[in-house]
């Protein structure tokens, strides 16, 4: 009120006097916003260009009204470990206006973090920024599946995965219960034994960072499997066999599972020893960081257990380093 008497002072006495008896009664007249509730649901694909993203942000009060969002973040395309931050314009209908809020009166669903509001337009106006998950932490729907006609479903690794929920389709009903892998690839050969037919498989990650949090349903394009072909899946459930192969580029281990595919960013058993690979799908030595705890893999890539590592720390039965 202060600033709008004071400027009106700088032009004529008689817009001081007319706006000083018009502003109280309109401020008496609405009614404070107390709190701010909001749904945010983000799908960000990393290398799209600002603007590709598909947020939802909405809200069920009938006090204000959200307008739109503007990106904060200081480049022009997400990248795969972007932290998206927004500025959420909400609008007071006629009867309310924004009073100061604190955090507590602010409540954000869809694992949003709140950074900070500016009033506007004689608090009519509200622009609240907002931080989303790390798009390293985000869920999103898996990519490129396949389901080879040798039985085995493959598809891009996604990082924010801890696991995926696989499920087999003959002739569009379902073939047992939904399976559970920690790799971005399943043997499916054992639920494709009925031949002359076609099997799908449906795919979808599930978080290491929220609990029960899960990506959409995927589905793979069909594979019409023969009566010879589910005879040798019968036979034969497991596959070919697997063996280690050496990039020429960089000298880096990976391990061919013997069917197309590769473990990335998840553990193998190779024998009777087990191997982290990273995202690339190469074999990875020193600390592992998984699910919280730590891993020590030796030089041969093999996960040390019941010992103390180079470093002097002692990792157990599971392999895991023992917190003195």
Do not use: H
């Not at 290398?47 to 204000?64: A, P």
């Not at 996960?303 to 003195?324: F, H, L, R, S």
């Amino acid at each position: 009120m202060f600033r709008m008497k004071k400027r009106v002072v700088l032009g004529l006495l008689a817009g001081v006097m007319a706006a000083s008896m018009a502003v109280p009664s309109y401020a008496a007249s609405r009614k404070a916003i107390k709190s701010i509730s909001l749904t945010i649901k983000a799908n960000i694909q990393p290398e799209t260009d600002f603007g590709q993203e598909e947020i939802e942000i909405e809200s069920n009060s009938n006090k204000y009204s959200v307008d739109g969002y503007d990106i904060l973040n200081d480049d022009f395309e997400w990248r795969d470990d972007s932290v998206p931050r927004i500025q959420i314009t909400l609008t007071a209908e006629d009867d309310y206006y924004f009073q100061s809020l604190p955090k507590d009166k602010i409540t954000l669903k869809g694992g949003a973090t709140f950074i900070k509001a500016t009033r506007q337009d004689s608090s009519s106006t509200l622009l609240m920024d907002v931080e989303l998950p790390s798009l390293q932490t985000a869920i999103r729907d898996v990519e490129n599946l396949k389901l080879s006609d040798n039985g085995i479903a493959s598809w891009d690794a996604i990082s924010a995965a801890g696991s995926y929920e696989v499920r087999i389709y003959r002739d569009d009903k379902a073939v047992g219960s939904s399976m559970v892998v920690d790799t971005n690839s399943c043997n499916c050969r054992d639920r494709m034994t009925k031949g002359d037919t076609s099997y799908t498989v449906k795919v979808r990650p599930v978080s290491r960072f929220e609990d029960g949090e899960r990506g959409e349903w995927v589905e793979s394009a069909s594979v019409y499997i023969t009566g010879d072909k589910a005879a040798e899946f019968r036979d034969n459930p497991t596959g070919g066999s697997g063996a280690w192969a050496q990039s020429p580029e960089n000298g880096r281990w990976w391990y061919d599972n013997g069917d197309g595919t590769y473990p990335a960013n998840a553990w193998k058993q190779v024998g009777d020893k087990w191997y982290f690979f990273d995202a690339q799908g190469y074999m990875q030595t020193g600390w592992i960081q998984w699910e919280g705890k730590e891993y020590y893999c030796s030089e041969n890539g093999d996960m040390q257990v019941n010992c103390m590592t180079p470093d002097n720390y002692w990792v157990g039965e599971d392999g895991a380093k023992i917190i003195q």
